[in-house]
């Protein structure tokens, strides 16, 4: 292999890494506001932009919101052209970095109780591992022989 065909290859490889994050990043967040798109309509949530305080409400955002994340590091782990739990993990870190700012903006804007965003925020980590781990288990991929970009 040539220095620039192994450029070439470490360019596409980087490619599909930030792809795979940017794509489950996209796909949550499309799943995310449509289903809550679909509940405002139906009336189970308060219009747009008024705060929603029944935990029940809440619990429902946080549970779909918890099965997206994890379909959404499944999607990475998939994309990834090696190692899928090191790039679901970094998509969590990003995530985590995102869900801060979300508790900080909905206590300052008295959004709803504090405890939804920072649940939300806590379980960039899990659903991270869990969607990385039922990728791994249920492919021919180990993550300890996916550690290296193919060459």
Known sequence: MTSATSA?????????SI???FA???LVFVLSLGTDQILHM???YPPWKKPMYDPKLN?????????????GSYVTARLAPYAP????????AIGFVLSLAGVIV??????GPVW???????STLLTAWLGASLFIRNSNVAETDALQPAH
């Open 85 to 92: 739990m090191r790039h679901a993990m970094i998509g969590a």
């Open 59 to 71: 619990a429902l955002a946080l549970s779909y919101r918890i099965l997206f994340d994890t379909l």
């Open 19 to 21: 792809w795979s994050i």
């Open 106 to 111: 909905s206590v300052k804007g008295n959004m």
């Open 116 to 122: 939804y965003p920072i649940a939300l925020a806590l």
């Open 8 to 16: 070439g290859a470490r360019k596409s490889t980087a490619w599909k």
């Open 24 to 26: 489950s990043f996209i």
């Open 42 to 44: 139906l009336d189970v």
